[in-house]
């Protein structure tokens, strides 16, 4: 069996022990969950803390990997700091007045956090898709996770041996929490909600441009000095829809965007299948945000599988996890230059 098919199953039974217990209230055995090693406290603190510095790691689990090493790299350019991807010495010091603590933190669920609506699983087809009034959160636990930066086998192994999502029920959640919501009045109230919903810090540098590198697998963000002031693991195409290399400009952001679905735009796309308009919500298959790039067809948005960030294709688009799509889209104005290289 492939890694890949590995995770799909862990996947697949993780989503059915939600649906007979989560959703419900119930609560999960985590003892009945897929086997997996508990989340190292030291990584999800460093991950806590780069995600608030604005170096996301991509979701929060306890575990190293990939997009953390390229977390750290975006903090050691960011101050000057030799790049090694590593926590060495110099990195440990830069970070040590800087480290968030607690990094996990307890909070107690309220009935509005658990008022949903949620859909259940997602169909995997766009037309069944179509047919939803909203693609929102398929259960509480996975909105909590998205709200946390996390993932919901980690909130379960942070709350172990039974996770509830009752009102009332208090578990523990990596400490994103942040109280600066002042987001601009002229984006709508509903994404200004979302934001806030997510832990989006308001109060962020502007962007002066933004370099998206194919073999890195980053966005970066930077001031008008050349600095490095923020930076985004992201997905950036595939063999057959590649990231179209060159200097492209922001034109535009569509907020808690619906969803074109045309199938002519789609290599892998079925045979029969026709246009069909995915409304919004977190599942849909662009996320929260979409901005638009001088690229016909091309934009930078979020995505309904933050776990996958770096680690999958996406069709030519710039994807991100809905938070860091969200964090970006504070920072970036129409006109702003997108250079996108190898």
């Known amino acids: 069996m492939s890694q890949m098919e590995e995770f799909s199953l862990r996947v697949l039974y993780l989503s059915l022990l939600l649906m007979a217990g989560a959703v419900i209230g119930a609560g999960i055995d985590a003892s009945a969950a897929p086997t997996k090693a508990s989340p190292d406290p030291h990584i999800i603190q460093l991950q806590v803390t780069l995600d608030r510095l604005g170096f996301s790691p991509g979701v929060i689990d306890g575990c190293s990997g990939a997009t953390l090493r390229l977390a750290l790299s ?19 010091d ?18 509005a956090d658990l008022a949903g609506p949620f859909i259940g699983p997602l169909p995997k087809e766009e037309a069944d898709q179509a047919a939803l009034p909203a693609l929102g959160y398929a259960n509480a636990l996975e909105m909590l996770a998205e709200r946390y930066h996390t993932t919901a086998e980690t909130i379960i192994a942070l709350n172990t041996p039974r996770t509830r999502t009752l009102a009332g029920a208090v578990i523990n959640v990596p400490n994103v929490i942040n109280p600066a919501h002042d987001y601009p009045a002229a984006m709508p109230a509903a994404y200004r909600q979302i934001l806030t919903g997510l832990h989006v810090p308001s109060g962020l540098p502007p962007a ?6 194919k073999s890195k697998g980053s966005l970066s963000v930077l001031d008008g000095q050349d600095r490095l002031i923020a930076q985004f693991p992201v997905t950036t195409g595939s063999e057959h829809d590649p990231l179209p290399i060159g200097r492209w400009k922001i034109t535009g952001a569509s907020y808690n965007p619906q969803f074109h679905y045309n199938p002519k735009l789609f290599w892998d796309a079925k045979k029969g299948d026709r ?23 091309y934009g930078i948005h979020g995505t309904p599988e ?37």
């Open 275 to 297: 246009k069909a308009m995915i409304q919004p919500g977190p599942n849909n298959p662009v996320g929260i945000i979409w901005l638009d790039i001088s690229k016909p067809h």
């Open 94 to 111: 830069a970070l040590a007045k800087l480290t968030v603590s607690p990094a996990v933190t307890a909070i107690r669920l309220t009935p």
């Open 74 to 92: 975006g903090f050691q350019r960011a101050n000057d700091l030799p790049v090694t991807g590593a926590l060495d010495r110099k990195t440990r």
């Open 208 to 213: 002066d441009h933004l370099v998206v590198s």
């Open 306 to 342: 933050p776990q996958n960030i770096g680690r999958s294709e996406s069709h030519g688009c710039i994807r991100m996890t809905n938070w860091d799509a969200g964090r970006l889209s504070l920072m970036v104005k129409p006109g702003i230059p997108a250079i996108f290289e190898r």
